[in-house]
């Protein structure tokens, strides 16, 4: 029962998260940084970097975790905490009447230190259990299925919010999300006795843990294997503008992306047990170029110009790609737990994982800067090369050991 517990959090907490349904407004978002501010494309790169920060510094949230339990608890209470200071940021959105930019990117980047923390807290914990069970594969295939469902809803629900609801309500439905888990943690976690780690005991396993060769090539690779030129926000003006997907539409096709991943986190959960990673590794990377270059092909004025061949294409992508993309996201994460100590999992797996949306951050402003300067075409070309340069990097990382 203790691990079918474990799983109904994982799968919850991941559910309701911002990969989850918390995204429900990010669509909503887009268009108001678009139609109502007048954002350009590498502006709305730009927002989206900065409002994403708390994702960058998830060491801290893992530090103050591991060392400063509350009332004896490293994961559980804070899980709580954490989950109704993201429902209060969704709030204070939903009540505000007139939106600044200002206002909004510093409400998102505050939501983004309370979900971050939210992310590290659950990931210490499937970490510790995942490892104890050699469980790493199963659970984390099965929070990223049910992330997959949720985004399967707020695909289409996105895009139908977008379209006819008002920003506060919105808000106000997002506002419920972090709130549940809350109530889902309180209920169906108990508090019971955890490992606290004295201050230099912590030290010592974590100087251990990340000051070696190998757990820094790790490091290094991670982050250079997210770290492409990002064309996702000028695409998304390229659909608008260009190609003329409606709001329902565009929200549509992130629904079929996310049954894609439905299929592929299923596929790596259970078919891909026995699969030498090194090969998952490289396949991984392979996938990743190619779907990039299969961007281009909406740049061709037959396919521009012939709106149903461009939604066809798109739902071909996201069915396929969208498998495939799973399979590598998952393999990385996977690679990223691995390598984690499990007594400092929540510093240990955030500073990896954050290294993962540093290089993200990193990769936003040089695509916002990159696009204003080259243009979408080869913006997509050097993305796509840069994706594939880092398989140079395998055999540095001796995965045979």
Same mark, same amino acid.
């Given at each position: 029962?203790?691990?079918?517990?474990? *799983?109904?959090?994982?799968?919850?907490?991941? /559910?309701?998260?911002?990969?989850?349904?918390?995204?429900?407004?990010?669509?909503?978002?887009?268009?108001?940084?678009?139609?109502?501010?007048?954002?350009?494309?590498?502006?709305?790169?730009?927002?989206?970097?900065?409002?994403?920060?708390?994702?960058?510094?998830?060491?801290?949230?893992?530090?103050?975790?591991?060392?400063?339990?509350?009332?004896?608890?490293?994961?559980?209470?804070?899980?709580?905490?954490?989950?109704?200071?993201?429902?209060?940021?969704?709030?204070?959105?939903?009540?505000?009447?007139?939106?600044? #930019?200002?206002?909004?990117?510093?409400?998102?980047?505050?939501?983004?230190?309370?979900?971050?923390?939210?992310?590290?807290?659950?990931?210490?914990?499937?970490?510790?259990?995942?490892?104890?069970?050699?469980?790493?594969?199963?659970?984390?295939?099965?929070?990223?299925?049910? #992330?997959?469902?949720?985004?399967?809803?707020?695909?289409?629900?996105?895009? *139908?919010?977008?379209?006819?609801?008002?920003?506060?309500?919105?808000?106000?439905?997002?506002?419920?999300?972090?709130?549940?888990?809350?109530?889902?943690?309180?209920?169906?976690?108990?508090?019971?006795?955890?490992?606290?780690?004295?201050?230099?005991? /912590?030290?010592?396993?974590?100087?251990?843990?990340?000051?070696?060769?190998?757990?820094?090539?790790?490091?290094? /690779?991670?982050?250079?294997?997210?770290?492409?030129?990002?064309?996702?926000?000028?695409?998304?003006?390229?659909?608008?503008?260009? *190609?003329?997907?409606?709001?329902?539409?565009?929200?549509?096709?992130?629904?079929?992306?996310?049954?894609?991943?439905?299929?592929?986190?299923?596929?790596?959960?259970?078919?891909?047990?026995?699969?030498?990673?090194?090969?998952?590794?490289?396949?991984?990377?392979?996938?990743?170029?190619?779907?990039?270059?299969?961007?281009?092909?909406?740049?061709?004025?037959?396919?521009?110009?012939?709106?149903?061949?461009?939604?066809?294409?798109?739902?071909?992508?996201?069915?396929?790609?969208?498998? *495939?993309?799973?399979?590598?996201?998952?393999?990385?994460?996977?690679?990223?737990?691995?390598?984690?100590?499990?007594?400092?999992?929540?510093?240990?797996?955030?500073?990896?994982?954050?290294?993962?949306?540093?290089?993200?951050?990193?990769?936003?402003? #040089?695509?916002?800067?990159?696009?204003?300067?080259?243009?979408?075409?080869?913006?997509?070309?050097?993305?796509?090369?840069?994706?594939?340069?880092?398989?140079?990097?395998?055999?540095?990382?001796?995965?045979?050991?």
């Amino acid at each position: 029962m203790g691990k079918f517990k474990y *799983l109904i959090i994982f799968a919850l907490v991941y /559910f309701f998260s911002p990969n989850g349904l918390s995204s429900l407004p990010n669509l909503s978002i887009s268009y108001l940084l678009k139609d109502v501010f007048k954002l350009t494309a590498t502006q709305a790169a730009y927002f989206g970097a900065i409002s994403i920060l708390g994702w960058a510094i998830k060491p801290v949230w893992g530090l103050i975790s591991d060392l400063f339990p509350i009332k004896g608890s490293r994961r559980r209470n804070y899980l709580i905490l954490v989950s109704l200071i993201a429902s209060f940021c969704w709030l204070i959105l939903a009540l505000t009447s007139n939106y600044n #930019v200002w206002i909004l990117l510093l409400i998102l980047t505050f939501s983004s230190f309370a979900y971050a923390f939210q992310d590290v807290v659950t990931d210490a914990y499937m970490v510790e259990i995942g490892k104890k069970e050699n469980k790493l594969r199963e659970f984390q295939s099965v929070q990223w299925i049910a #992330v997959s469902v949720a985004q399967i809803i707020t695909g289409f629900a996105g895009g *139908l919010a977008a379209e006819k609801l008002s920003y506060q309500t919105t808000f106000s439905i997002a506002f419920l999300f972090p709130f549940i888990i809350a109530l889902i943690t309180y209920f169906l976690l108990k508090n019971e006795p955890e490992a606290i780690l004295k201050f230099y005991e /912590f030290k010592q396993i974590l100087k251990s843990a990340i000051l070696n060769k190998e757990f820094l090539l790790i490091t290094l /690779f991670l982050f250079l294997w997210n770290f492409s030129p990002s064309y996702g926000t000028p695409f998304f003006y390229y659909m608008v503008d260009e *190609l003329k997907f409606t709001k329902i539409l565009i929200g549509t096709l992130g629904s079929i992306s996310a049954v894609g991943s439905v299929f592929g986190a299923i596929i790596f959960g259970i078919f891909l047990k026995k699969v030498n990673f090194k090969k998952l590794l490289i396949f991984s990377i392979f996938i990743g170029g190619v779907s990039t270059f299969f961007s281009l092909i909406y740049l061709l004025d037959s396919v521009k110009n012939n709106q149903p061949l461009a939604i066809g294409l798109s739902i071909f992508e996201r069915i396929i790609f969208g498998t *495939l993309g799973m399979i590598a996201f998952l393999t990385m994460l996977t690679f990223a737990a691995q390598k984690t100590e499990s007594l400092v999992a929540g510093t240990v797996f955030a500073f990896l994982t954050s290294v993962i949306n540093l290089a993200s951050i990193g990769s936003n402003f #040089v695509g916002g800067y990159l696009y204003s300067k080259i243009g979408l075409g080869p913006l997509i070309i050097i993305s796509g090369i840069s994706s594939l340069l880092i398989l140079i990097f395998i055999p540095f990382l001796k995965l045979e050991k």
